[in-house]
């Protein structure tokens, strides 16, 4: 079966483009392929910094035929009627198309419309045009003369050649041709921009992979990730040294290079005095180079790894040297950031602030201290922090925001806090939450475990929320530009994961903002594999303010529904709440009220007898055990519920002729349901 | 000590020698060489060669040197690097040719940058600048890790859509000459290419005016004067556009207007050198700009030069 081979031949593609740009042309050419019949084996798609390529492999030869059947009026309806639908139809006489009877309807026309499938090629030359002319790209542009021109063709850097083939293995396969706005399909690409410039005429997907490769072009990224990767590993184990591992910095990396080039430079000793992140922020942001440390242990060495493009004449000593003056050139300027930095004390920063907005309509940051300050103090005790120091920490904590190493570098930000309020002789549980507050910044990153630490990071993120809820601020769908989402999730975990109790009404949070932060923790906690619906039961029982409480009730909740008695006690909850449900309705009201355990005394049955006093037991020890926080506790009191309320399905009919009698059942029964919602509301429990 | 041509023209040891081959390479290729234009402006685009030209329908090619100021990055004369005067290389062409990135890249082998001993790249960087309402998708282009020059296919500028589509070069001159000559501090570079008694350094030429530009732009500049500047350059804009708006024909006005629209954006940069401007005065200021600015685009497309 044949296979397709196209590559769309640009100027340098953004680096953080290239990966979802390969995987958009491949989902849309082969969705487009699939909706005209034409379904595929295997897709592959790739990207280099001046290419998108895709392969699809084991094609039709040609699109299927199609019959389709095409309903016409009813037989004798107006000339007009008929004519209309044969042309539609493609028919020359009434006589070509074929009478159907519907018992309703009549009797009226069909016709079978064939149409003969097409040879793929063709189909593939039909929809590539449009596929390329409404390519998603985050940002596109226009170029050249015919930039000019209405509807001129856009891409994400001017697109120079498209390389188009079909056919099978066995025979040389076809040039697809189609031509967008002046560009026509061919069968050449071109290799490296310096090494091989030359054109290069391709059959299929095979050659094209080594041809290129000949060409100095490794086609594909993880390929290219995988040469840096070991390339890089190498030349630092053979100096005693091991990389400094980062992931998102090699992909950018392989998505600059064609081919890839590691080598090694260096620079002074010296600037090892700069704290190493910072050293490591200056070479990778400005320089997308990785940095070393010394084989099995944290300190930095003075070398770094460069990924050149190039196979250079003089292998690469040029290039090394011309990497290492920029690199001294920026670690001058952060040494005398540092130094520069290292000057000013942290509180002699805080005037300012006051010439950062942190959001228009929430003031400075200046401001914005100031309600951490107030929030740290409240929550201090609540987190069993040292107040003072809370409050110490809290004040300077947006400190560095205007420091001269932080304005260069905004990745450092925090950290370089702890730095320089470490060298101003702060105390360590404050140095550390100048840093820490910022955490965690998503679901996998670490969460604070020093009080300081966690109270300013608490505020800083309950003053965020409830700020930006207060001007009307919230995320919507997938736009949360202020990471609301993020941060609600941080309050969950700082809470969840340091045993905090807070109740966060009592901290200006409204029911919307609350009922947010119920979202994040059932995401935090189906992330942990816990049920959804427990959770749901335990809100629905109007525990709802604290949030470490609700996880108590859910997790005992979720033990108890794992045991026989769990089991057991919910199908009687469930029978319970259904003949509730029904005579509820019936009798229009509800009987939720007390029941008249006189009655029961004289004219109750043994087992109604049995779980009036049961449930008034259990009750009680349920209630008393919420209110020491012993959760499991109360899910065993409970339990102990199960027997009496099994006999008395068993035995008692609810529908006593009596009057009264059926009334005070119906009650026995509310009260039964009442007494389950001290835990959760187990009708949200799904089945 | 005997003058030879040849150390005063290469390139490779001398400043102005890197300047003279770069309009040699861009004259070669149909660009007209202007010259500075003789005000202050922040960079090269500023220049109306660029700003106005790549506006409108007409073909037009130009390179030239353009001294840019941006005040607030006068170091006094202490930084290798920092300079809050230097000189910008401008390259224009409209409708960008198809060989664009060939054309760069044979510009720097003139100027001694070989590509097979150096590393050249294309790293993504969107231009954007907001007091002229103008934006374009590009590169920075890096040599051996070094950013040395910025392109840019101009997309929008003072918010008219380009049409057709200006490609622009800027090199950063004392940056790729440092590289070129192999030299760490900015003074240091060889302007003349000459040696001995009879070479001067860049040092000699700008380092005095590095230091009392620095003095005035972070001290001395009085910012009451330059605000009430600013203003009077605002107005004198508007007055100026109204003055050269016959309605429906031709405008008379954009370029004078538009000298008053670069005026008011150095005295922002003083202003905002010298410290005086809050972030949401600073907002303002730059929307105060890009409305002159929009409004002499508007203008100069009504003028022959923008094809009216």
């Given at each position: 079966?044949?296979d397709?081979?196209?590559?769309?031949f640009s100027?340098?593609?953004?680096?953080?483009m290239q990966?979802?740009a390969?995987?958009d042309?491949?989902?849309?050419?082969?969705?487009a392929?699939?909706?005209?019949?034409?379904?595929?084996?295997?897709?592959l798609?790739?990207a280099?910094?001046?290419?998108?390529?895709?392969?699809i492999?084991?094609?039709?030869?040609?699109?299927?035929?199609?019959k389709e059947?095409k309903?016409?009026?009813?037989?004798?309806?107006?000339?007009?009627a008929?004519e209309?639908?044969?042309?539609g139809?493609g028919l020359?006489?009434?006589?070509?198309?074929?009478?159907?009877s519907?018992?309703?309807?009549g009797?009226?026309?069909?016709a079978i419309v064939?149409?003969?499938?097409?040879?793929?090629?063709?189909?593939?030359?039909?929809?590539?045009?449009?596929?390329i002319?409404?390519?998603?790209?985050p940002?596109?542009?226009?170029w050249?003369k015919?930039?000019?021109?209405?509807?001129a063709?856009?891409?994400v850097?001017?697109?120079?050649?498209?390389?188009?083939?079909?056919?099978?293995?066995?025979?040389?396969p076809?040039?697809?041709?189609?031509?967008?706005?002046?560009?026509?399909s061919?069968?050449i690409?071109?290799?490296?921009?310096?090494?091989?410039?030359a054109?290069?005429h391709?059959?299929?997907?095979?050659?094209?992979?080594?041809?290129?490769?000949?060409a100095?072009?490794?086609?594909?990224?993880?390929r290219?990730?995988?040469?840096?990767?070991?390339?890089?590993?190498?030349l630092?184990?053979?100096?005693g040294l091991e990389v400094?591992?980062d992931?998102?910095?090699l992909?950018?990396?392989?998505?600059?290079?064609?081919?890839?080039?590691?080598?090694m430079?260096?620079f002074e000793e010296?600037?090892?005095?700069?704290p190493?992140?910072?050293i490591r922020a200056?070479i990778?942001?400005?320089?997308?180079?990785?940095?070393?440390?010394?084989?099995g242990?944290?300190?930095?060495?003075?070398?770094?790894?460069?990924?050149s493009?190039?196979?250079a004449k003089d292998?690469?000593?040029?290039?090394i040297?011309?990497?290492?003056?920029?690199?001294?050139?920026?670690?001058?300027?952060?040494?005398?950031?540092w130094e520069?930095d290292?000057?000013?004390?942290?509180?002699?920063r805080?005037?300012?602030?006051k010439?950062?907005?942190?959001?228009?309509?929430?003031?400075t940051?200046?401001?914005?201290?100031e309600?951490?300050?107030?929030?740290?103090?409240e929550?201090?005790?609540?987190?069993?922090?040292?107040?003072?120091?809370?409050?110490?920490?809290?004040?300077?904590?947006?400190?560095?925001?205007?420091?001269?190493?932080?304005?260069?570098?905004?990745?450092?930000?925090?950290?370089?806090?702890r730095?320089y309020?470490?060298r101003?002789?702060?105390?360590?549980?404050?140095?550390?939450?100048?840093?820490?507050?910022?955490?965690p910044?998503?679901?996998?990153?670490?969460?604070?475990?020093?009080?300081?630490?966690?109270?300013v990071?608490?505020?800083?993120k309950?003053d965020?929320?409830?700020g930006?809820?207060?001007?009307d601020?919230?995320?919507?769908?997938?736009?949360?530009?202020?990471?609301?989402?993020?941060?609600?999730?941080?309050?969950?975990?700082?809470?969840?994961?340091?045993?905090?109790?807070l109740?966060l009404?009592?901290?200006h949070?409204?029911?919307?903002?609350l009922a947010?932060?119920?979202?994040?923790?059932?995401?935090?906690?189906?992330?942990?594999?816990?049920?959804?619906?427990l959770i749901d039961?335990?809100?629905?029982?109007?525990?709802?303010?604290?949030l470490?409480?609700?996880v108590?009730?859910v997790?005992a909740?979720?033990?108890f529904?794992?045991?026989?008695?769990?089991t057991?006690?919910?199908?009687?909850?469930?029978?319970?709440?259904?003949?509730?449900?029904?005579?509820?309705?019936?009798?229009?009201?509800?009987?939720?009220e007390?029941?008249d355990l006189?009655?029961?005394k004289?004219k109750?049955?043994?087992?109604?007898?049995v779980?009036?006093?049961?449930l008034?037991?259990?009750t009680?020890?349920?209630i008393?055990?919420?209110?020491?926080?012993n959760?499991?506790?109360?899910?065993?009191?409970?339990a102990?519920?199960?027997?009496?309320v099994d006999a008395?399905f068993?035995k008692?009919l609810?529908n006593?002729d009596?009057?009264?009698?059926?009334?005070?059942?119906?009650?026995l029964?509310?009260?039964?349901?009442e007494?389950?919602r001290?835990?959760?509301?187990?009708?949200?429990?799904?089945? | 000590?005997?003058?030879?041509?040849?150390?005063?023209?290469?390139?490779?040891?001398?400043?102005?020698?890197?300047?003279?081959?770069?309009?040699?390479?861009w004259?070669?290729?149909?660009?007209?060489i202007?010259?500075p234009?003789?005000?202050?402006?922040?960079?090269?685009?500023?220049?109306?060669a660029t700003?106005?030209?790549?506006?409108?329908p007409?073909?037009?090619?130009?390179?030239?040197?353009?001294?840019?100021?941006?005040?607030?990055d006068?170091?006094?004369?202490e930084?290798?690097n920092?300079?809050?005067?230097?000189?910008?290389?401008?390259?224009?062409m409209k409708p960008?040719?198809?060989?664009?990135?060939d054309l760069?890249l044979?510009s720097?082998f003139?100027?001694?940058?070989?590509p097979?001993?150096?590393?050249?790249?294309?790293?993504?960087?969107?231009?954007?600048s907001?007091?002229?309402?103008?934006?374009?998708?590009?590169?920075?282009c890096?040599?051996?890790?070094?950013e040395?020059?910025?392109?840019?296919?101009?997309?929008q500028?003072?918010?008219?859509?380009?049409?057709?589509?200006a490609?622009?070069?800027?090199?950063g001159?004392?940056?790729?000459?440092?590289?070129?000559?192999?030299?760490?501090?900015?003074?240091?570079?060889?302007f003349?290419?000459?040696?001995g008694?009879?070479?001067?350094?860049?040092?000699?030429?700008?380092?005095?005016?590095?230091?009392?530009?620095?003095?005035h732009?972070?001290?001395?500049?009085?910012?009451?004067?330059l605000a009430?500047?600013?203003?009077?350059?605002?107005a004198?804009?508007?007055?100026?556009?109204?003055?050269?708006n016959?309605?429906?024909?031709r405008?008379?006005?954009?370029?004078?207007?538009?000298?008053?629209?670069?005026?008011?954006?150095h005295?922002?940069?003083?202003?905002d050198?010298?410290?005086v401007?809050?972030?949401?005065?600073?907002?303002s200021?730059i929307?105060?700009?890009?409305?002159?600015?929009?409004?002499?685009?508007e203008?100069?497309l009504?003028?022959?030069?923008?094809?009216?």
């Amino acid at each position: 079966m044949p296979d397709l081979l196209l590559e769309l031949f640009s100027e340098e593609i953004p680096a953080r483009m290239q990966r979802r740009a390969a995987e958009d042309l491949k989902s849309l050419v082969t969705s487009a392929l699939v909706e005209r019949g034409c379904t595929y084996e295997a897709a592959l798609a790739f990207a280099t910094p001046r290419r998108l390529a895709l392969h699809i492999v084991g094609l039709p030869a040609h699109q299927p035929d199609v019959k389709e059947e095409k309903k016409g009026p009813r037989v004798g309806a107006p000339q007009q009627a008929i004519e209309g639908f044969l042309k539609g139809a493609g028919l020359t006489d009434l006589s070509q198309a074929t009478i159907q009877s519907d018992p309703k309807k009549g009797d009226f026309y069909i016709a079978i419309v064939e149409s003969k499938g097409k040879p793929t090629k063709d189909v593939i030359a039909d929809l590539l045009p449009n596929i390329i002319k409404s390519f998603p790209w985050p940002k596109s542009m226009r170029w050249g003369k015919l930039s000019a021109e209405v509807g001129a063709l856009r891409w994400v850097r001017p697109l120079h050649s498209i390389l188009c083939t079909f056919g099978s293995e066995t025979e040389t396969p076809e040039i697809v041709s189609f031509d967008v706005e002046g560009i026509k399909s061919g069968d050449i690409t071109y290799g490296h921009r310096f090494l091989a410039p030359a054109p290069i005429h391709v059959r299929r997907y095979d050659d094209y992979v080594a041809k290129l490769e000949s060409a100095k072009v490794v086609l594909s990224t993880d390929r290219r990730k995988e040469i840096i990767a070991n390339d890089a590993r190498g030349l630092a184990f053979a100096q005693g040294l091991e990389v400094v591992e980062d992931d998102t910095l090699l992909e950018e990396v392989a998505g600059l290079v064609e081919w890839p080039v590691v080598l090694m430079g260096s620079f002074e000793e010296r600037f090892l005095d700069i704290p190493p992140e910072v050293i490591r922020a200056t070479i990778r942001a400005n320089q997308k180079c990785f940095v070393l440390r010394k084989a099995g242990s944290h300190e930095l060495a003075n070398r770094f790894l460069l990924t050149s493009n190039m196979i250079a004449k003089d292998d690469g000593a040029t290039i090394i040297n011309g990497n290492q003056r920029v690199v001294r050139a920026r670690l001058s300027d952060a040494k005398f950031f540092w130094e520069t930095d290292l000057k000013i004390k942290l509180e002699d920063r805080l005037e300012k602030l006051k010439n950062i907005t942190f959001h228009a309509k929430l003031g400075t940051q200046h401001e914005r201290v100031e309600r951490l300050v107030t929030l740290a103090k409240e929550l201090a005790p609540i987190v069993k922090a040292d107040a003072s120091k809370a409050a110490r920490a809290a004040i300077l904590c947006k400190a560095d925001l205007v420091s001269e190493m932080v304005g260069e570098f905004p990745e450092v930000q925090g950290l370089m806090g702890r730095y320089y309020a470490a060298r101003q002789g702060e105390d360590a549980s404050v140095a550390a939450a100048l840093e820490e507050h910022y955490k965690p910044q998503g679901p996998s990153d670490v969460v604070p475990k020093d009080a300081v630490s966690i109270t300013v990071a608490l505020a800083d993120k309950l003053d965020t929320l409830v700020g930006f809820w207060s001007i009307d601020e919230k995320p919507t769908g997938s736009k949360d530009p202020y990471a609301l989402r993020r941060a609600a999730l941080g309050v969950v975990r700082l809470l969840l994961e340091n045993n905090v109790r807070l109740a966060l009404k009592a901290h200006h949070i409204d029911e919307s903002l609350l009922a947010f932060f119920h979202d994040r923790l059932k995401v935090y906690l189906r992330d942990q594999g816990q049920r959804h619906d427990l959770i749901d039961a335990v809100l629905a029982s109007g525990q709802t303010d604290d949030l470490l409480m609700i996880v108590k009730r859910v997790e005992a909740l979720d033990a108890f529904l794992a045991s026989d008695d769990g089991t057991n006690l919910l199908a009687g909850f469930r029978r319970a709440a259904n003949i509730l449900k029904a005579e509820e309705k019936k009798d229009g009201k509800s009987y939720n009220e007390a029941v008249d355990l006189h009655l029961i005394k004289e004219k109750g049955e043994a087992e109604e007898k049995v779980l009036a006093e049961v449930l008034d037991v259990a009750t009680r020890h349920a209630i008393e055990h919420v209110a020491i926080e012993n959760f499991a506790g109360a899910m065993k009191a409970l339990a102990a519920l199960r027997p009496a309320v099994d006999a008395f399905f068993d035995k008692i009919l609810v529908n006593a002729d009596d009057k009264d009698i059926r009334a005070n059942r119906l009650r026995l029964l509310a009260s039964f349901r009442e007494a389950t919602r001290a835990v959760a509301d187990f009708s949200a429990i799904a089945g | 000590m005997a003058i030879t041509s040849s150390d005063s023209m290469n390139p490779k040891t001398s400043f102005q020698a890197l300047i003279l081959t770069l309009h040699q390479f861009w004259a070669e290729q149909g660009c007209v060489i202007l010259q500075p234009y003789d005000m202050e402006v922040g960079a090269g685009t500023f220049h109306p060669a660029t700003t106005l030209r790549a506006l409108g329908p007409k073909h037009w090619r130009a390179a030239y040197v353009q001294p840019s100021r941006r005040p607030k990055d006068g170091r006094y004369g202490e930084n290798p690097n920092r300079l809050q005067h230097y000189y910008q290389y401008q390259v224009i062409m409209k409708p960008s040719p198809a060989n664009l990135q060939d054309l760069y890249l044979k510009s720097l082998f003139a100027i001694g940058i070989d590509p097979a001993l150096h590393d050249i790249r294309f790293v993504e960087d969107d231009w954007e600048s907001p007091t002229l309402g103008a934006w374009g998708l590009g590169w920075e282009c890096w040599c051996d890790g070094m950013e040395v020059s910025q392109f840019t296919y101009f997309q929008q500028v003072a918010g008219f859509e380009c049409s057709p589509v200006a490609g622009e070069l800027t090199y950063g001159l004392e940056r790729l000459a440092m590289y070129v000559q192999g030299v760490e501090n900015v003074y240091d570079l060889n302007f003349n290419g000459l040696e001995g008694e009879d070479k001067i350094t860049y040092g000699d030429v700008f380092l005095q005016a590095e230091q009392e530009y620095s003095r005035h732009n972070f001290e001395a500049a009085n910012t009451d004067t330059l605000a009430r500047h600013f203003k009077d350059a605002e107005a004198e804009c508007k007055a100026l556009l109204d003055f050269g708006n016959k309605g429906e024909g031709r405008h008379l006005m954009a370029l004078p207007a538009y000298d008053q629209c670069i005026k008011a954006s150095h005295l922002f940069n003083l202003l905002d050198a010298r410290g005086v401007i809050s972030v949401t005065e600073r907002q303002s200021y730059i929307f105060r700009v890009r409305e002159l600015a929009k409004a002499c685009g508007e203008a100069w497309l009504k003028t022959e030069g923008g094809g009216a």
